[in-house]
Structures are given as C-alpha cells and as structure tokens.
C-alpha cells in the first residue's frame, strides 16, 4: 500500500496551508507593512503617499494604495458621510489593508481618518511594528486656502456636510510614528522621510 | 529660474500618479487574474484552491486567497445568511478582488456564491479575460455525505438557515471557465487542471 493515494474524501476535506504571510512575503523580498498617512483634506497625503509608492516601486517594493477614490467608487459605494459611515469606511479600509499585509505587501493608506479611535482600530489589526501613522499636518487655515477641490468653498456655504475641519472635527495623532508639517516640507522631502522610517524599522 | 522648484501648492495638488495596474504587474512578473472557485459547501472548493495557490508559488507567482475564513471574520463580520448579507458579502469579495488584482496578484476567491448574477457581477468588475469562473462541482448527495464540517447534518436539523442546496437554492454556471467533477478527479489532478487553463489564457 506504499504510495497509495489517502481515500479522497480525507484528500478533500483535510488539506493543510502551507502558503502563509511569511511565506509571501519572502517571495516579495520584504516586509509587509501599513503605511497610514492621515490628515486633512488638502494636507498633502495623496501627494506624499503617490510619491513614497512610486520610490518604494523604484526600489522593488511592492505596495498598493487604498484612497478614497478606489474604495469609495467600489468596496464603500454604499457609505455617506455621517459619522457611523465615516467610522464603518475606515473600518473596511483597515480591514482590508489588513489583508493585504497578510498577502505580504506594504500598504500605503491615504485617509482623512479624522478619529483616534478608528486609527488605534486599524493599528491594532495587524502585528506590532507593522502599522506606521503618518500625519500629514496643515493648519486649517493652509488647507482652506489651498482648497484643491473646492470642497473647503462649498462646506463654508454649507452645501457639504460633515465636512472634517469645518462642521466635523478632526482628532490629530498624539504619537504618530512620523509628522510631516506640508507648509515647511516638500513633497519630495516628506517622501524621503516616510521612506527613511520604514528603513529604520527594517 | 530653471530647475526652480514648482509653487509648494501646485506641487502638492497636481501630482500625477505613473504607477498603475501594469507597472505593479510587471513588477510581479505575472498577468493578474480572479481565479473564482464555486460549489456546494463540501464539495472541496478550499482544498483545490489551497493547492492551487502552493502550486503557482512554487511556480514564483504571487496569489492571495479570499475565502469565507479570512473574511467572515473581519471585513464581512457585520454579514449574516440572509439572501440580502449572501449577497453584500459577495459584492464585498469581488470589490476587494478588484482591488487585489490592481495590485497585480492573482486572487483566489473560494465561496459557495450560488447566484449566478453575483459572480456576473464579480465577472464585470474586472477587464476581460481577467476572470476565471471554476465550478466545483460534486452532487449534493456526495456532499452531504462527506459533511466535512457537520453542517448539512445541522441544515437538515433545521439548526442553520438558508443552508446552500437544503433550504437556499445554487445556480450552477452555465458557462464556467472550467469544471471540475471532484467524484471523478482528485485534487492534485484538479488543480494542475486550473494551472493548465491559467496558463493557456496567458
């Protein structure tokens, strides 16, 4: 009976994974990570975070982005703006950064996520020293007068509700593993620095 | 003025983002794809798709596996059995898959998914040719006769609701990629079948 095969109904229902997170990410040569850069609309996040995917794919890393645009158009679609959508879209942005840690690639956030309490959620998600908060930091003021989209505009003549800084609040990271002030710092610089803190933790 | 820096405000408004879909992929060595395996609950979706994912590592490819487990527990933990959550559970996998293979993996997605209009919809969601529909296929009575996990046994109780094949009807595909009669084929034949057909679409 040497090499026979096991009855197939136990061939069927007692496979084992071998395939795990650690074995994903050596094939990827690096360490999975979530790169959470929070702050501000206008702050400066979608900027710094495109610019630490494209030096991190420079270096061969292997990273995917989760911003408003990609999750709020597919996954989120069905969420508004109130505080328990807000809470819920940050809740399915964390959990799924969380899986793809798990598939073994660095994961760069770029989310107002205006509470502490949602960020410590998604902190607490994956393995310590994984999760690196960023806080993108503008003064209101600076943001209002750059006002990209012109959301700022339309929040004051309160066509937009909720809207984080103007008619909802914004809770800025007591410890974030890095702050980057937009009105001292350039993109380019602020990337660096993002791209040094992931090294120093290595 | 020249190699004058841009004004700090357009710097950080009008980046444009040169790493996509293709430049992730490439970087991976691989064409992303859904690799969408349904069927009745026991008739070995897991275990097929578990090899399928050890064997395209071996093969230096890089997969995640979507599955009830690493879901249910988290992004759809808010989800019952209802048709209503059976199918915002489903819309929630595909959504996320989508995501995944922007990323540039190949996704293996293991679920019951009995509506023919979800794994349409899931279909849709990504470009053509991207989309592999398996269909697990093995008699409900093979099923319930192996009852790896007791619950046909608890269905017929009328101890779970909405149990797939007992008291929730499943739409067998009509057109699927592949079909696997696991009465008939073992696993290992069964998952050199889908490497084989991943193979002869690349």
């Known amino acids: 009976m040497l090499g026979a095969k096991p009855p197939r109904d136990r061939n069927l229902t007692r496979q084992k994974l071998s395939l795990d997170k650690q074995a ?50 597919g996954l989120n679609r069905d969420l508004g703006f109130t505080d328990a959508d807000r809470v819920e879209n940050i809740r399915r942005i964390a ?21 502490h309490s949602d960020r410590d959620m998604a902190r607490q998600l994956v393995e310590p020293g994984e999760f690196f908060e960023i806080h993108v930091a503008a003064s209101l003021a600076t943001c209002e007068a750059r006002d990209p989209k012109g959301l700022y505009a339309r929040a004051r003549q309160g066509k937009i509700a909720n809207f984080t800084g103007i008619s909802s609040s914004y809770e800025a990271p007591e410890n974030p593993e890095l702050r980057i002030d937009t009105a001292v710092v350039d993109a380019e610089t602020a990337a660096d620095q993002v791209l040094a803190l992931l090294q120093a933790h290595r």
């Open 24 to 73: 994903r990410a050596a094939a990827l040569g690096q360490k999975p990570a979530i790169l959470w850069f929070t702050g501000l609309s206008g702050a400066g996040k979608s900027t710094i975070a495109n610019l630490v995917a494209e030096k991190l794919h420079v270096a061969g890393k292997h990273t995917y982005m989760l911003d408003g645009d990609n999750v709020r158009h």
């Open 95 to 115: 959990e799924v950064a969380k899986l793809f840690v798990d598939a073994g690639l660095i994961v760069i956030v770029s989310a107002i996520s205006p509470f």
